[in-house]
């Protein structure tokens, strides 16, 4: 890493010019000074937040190089800031940013050093989606927490705080700055295939809630918090990376709704906001995604929401912000809009290149970029990324995945953990008379850097409770055969667990637990995703919702089922039956305890 003294002489110019302290008044004069001094296309970079592959910022695997010279035409993340002057860089699992801490506090500074030896160079922002739950990152040994359904259940603003704070503190030592978190969408679809436990649930009041307190918990560990997806991504049946979803809520409902968690992000002095590549023609009729919608953008969140903070895309590379225009059209479209981060385009050539293109043909003023640069560079400033961009090997080794972190995961989850059915008090299970389980389900690709699959997690932490559990998967279809010699272990076993994902009336998940429970052994199944399963399943005598299957839900299910914690969840999300959908069967609050 280099050394404090090589920091400052680097960013000696930057510094000089934005001392600490005064009013804010006084610090956008220097931020503008700053600006003032940018060329264009440096300033055209800024606002631009890419991906890149590879484990280094200079000396990445060959693999990693070939994927960044096909994709980006540059060879290392050192070479795309040279080029492009990047204003952020977002870090991915599959593009290889993320193999563990000390490696990713490496390349973090290896990135702020790219940028900062530059003529007029900036610090960077460094993202990520660490969402927690099915949506991460960076995994273990990085603590990692149930996902926002999971803590929407557990209806505790202190434990959104904590994860937030705790979350920030380890993405801050790795060199992360910015998070993509918290999802302030109202989950009212339970059909909703790119949100659904992303949400903390259903209820406005509640999510408003909670994405404040974790905007405050991210906020004092200095990482920039995002509210996404605004105007509201809780009410489609359409994934936005596959297509177009649409939106049909009234004015009134929007404002009832999708728009009171984003009132209390920005109330809660929100950093970023992520918007959505939907269409809601009651906030603007264009067709247009809200994206590239002056009238959302502009006049209701900036306007009537009085946010001037960060307002940053959704990828570019989804197919609900391309279908309409092309590649070269979304940016500048998106700048016109009132975005000022513009993330990952499919080609960063193309989209760089459009953008330099509006400010010289007149499409766009130069004045429209340095709007939008002052608010970074004030994210930028008030992150304290000009006084000291780098981090230490010491400090991941002092912050990230301590014992009390991860302790406080596992307390966390407990409080989250829901208990949906039990009849005639089947749980908690108790090893002297059902010390042999077998644990069959689905074992779902699990999220980054837990260790999986979730049948042996569910196994494993109930033999380190006492039981002599045996996994068995059985995968999300599993054929006749597969039920059949289920069926045939259960009879040897003194109760079956059974991991139930995303269940449908037609799912052979669905035959399988009709079959388990005909063996006339106790069946307890955990839902682990979407806590709607529980509809397709009349016939369990137990079920417990997880909300996803990350180890550490996962083994806080386990110390429920065996009776070491008493479930204390609540529905964050309202169960309709699955023979008449109009007809609610689990509210939201439901949830029992013994």
Not at 231 to 252: K, L, N, Q, W, Y
Request: net charge neutral; glycine share 10%.
């Amino acid at each position: 890493m280099p050394s404090r003294r090589t920091v400052l002489a680097a960013t000696m110019g930057v510094t000089a010019t934005l001392a600490v302290g005064g009013t804010a008044h006084a610090d956008d004069t220097r931020l503008r000074s700053l600006i003032s001094r940018m060329t264009l296309p440096e300033k055209v970079g800024q606002l631009f937040v890419m991906r890149v592959y590879g484990h280094s910022a200079t000396a990445p695997d060959q693999a990693d190089i070939d994927a960044n010279l096909s994709e980006l035409g540059v060879r290392t993340a050192a070479e795309l800031i040279a080029k492009y002057r990047v204003g952020g860089i977002i870090y991915f699992t599959w593009a290889h940013n993320t193999r563990d801490p000390q490696q990713i506090a490496d390349l973090s500074n290896g990135i702020q050093k790219a940028s900062l030896s530059q003529p007029r160079g900036l610090p960077v922002l460094v993202a990520t989606d660490q969402e927690h739950g099915i949506v991460c990152r960076i995994g273990a040994p990085a603590t990692l927490f149930p996902g926002a359904m999971a803590i929407g259940a557990g209806g505790s603003r202190e434990d959104a705080r904590t994860l937030g704070r705790i979350s920030g503190a380890e993405l801050r030592a790795m060199g992360v700055n910015q998070d993509y978190s918290p999802d302030a969408d109202v989950n009212v679809n339970p059909a909703n295939p790119v949100i659904g436990v992303r949400s903390f649930g259903a209820d406005p009041d509640a999510v408003a809630g909670l994405v404040a307190a974790e905007v405050k918990g991210y906020q004092s560990a200095r990482v920039a918090a995002t509210a996404k997806h605004f105007p509201g991504h809780g009410d489609t049946a359409v994934d936005s990376h596959f297509g177009f979803p649409v939106i049909t809520h009234s004015r009134e409902v929007w404002e009832q709704l999708d728009a009171v968690p984003f009132r209390a992000a920005v109330k809660a002095g929100i950093d970023s906001i992520m918007t959505a590549h939907i269409m809601v023609p009651a906030l603007d009729d264009s067709g247009d995604p809200a994206t590239l919608s002056h009238p959302i953008l502009t006049g209701i969140l900036r306007g009537e929401l009085g946010y001037d903070g960060v307002v940053i895309t959704d990828s570019l590379g989804m197919e609900g912000v391309r279908q309409k225009y092309g590649d070269d059209r979304v940016p500048v479209l998106a700048l016109k809009a009132g975005v000022d981060q513009l993330l990952n385009p499919p080609s960063l050539d193309i989209a760089w290149n459009a953008v330099l293109k509006a400010v010289r043909d007149g499409e766009l003023t130069e004045a429209r970029l340095d709007e939008s640069i002052l608010r970074v560079l004030r994210l930028k400033s008030r992150l304290g990324l000009f006084q000291d961009a780098y981090v230490s090997r010491a400090g991941v080794s002092r912050t990230v995945g301590t014992r009390s972190h991860l302790a406080a995961a596992d307390r966390i989850a407990e409080r989250t953990t829901t208990l949906l059915v039990n009849e005639k008090g089947l749980l908690p299970l108790y090893r002297r008379t059902h010390g042999k389980v077998l644990v069959v389900g689905a074992d779902p690709a699990s999220p980054s850097g837990t260790t999986g699959p979730p049948t042996g997690v569910l196994a494993a932490a109930l033999g380190e409770l006492g039981f002599t559990a045996t996994a068995r998967p059985t995968g999300t279809d599993p054929s006749a055969a597969t039920v059949a010699a289920a069926v045939a272990a259960a009879g040897e076993s003194d109760a079956v667990v059974v991991a139930t994902y995303n269940v449908t009336a037609g799912s052979s998940q669905r035959t399988l637990v009709e079959q388990l429970v005909a063996t006339g052994r106790p069946v307890v199944a955990v839902a682990v995703r979407n806590p709607y399963d529980v509809a397709q399943l009349p016939s369990v005598p137990a079920c417990l919702a997880s909300y996803s299957w990350t180890d550490v839900e996962l083994r806080a299910a386990a110390r429920v089922i065996a009776g070491r914690v008493r479930p204390r969840g609540k529905l964050p999300v309202a169960v309709q039956r699955a023979d008449d959908p109009t007809q609610v069967l689990y509210p939201v609050g439901h949830g029992l305890s013994y």
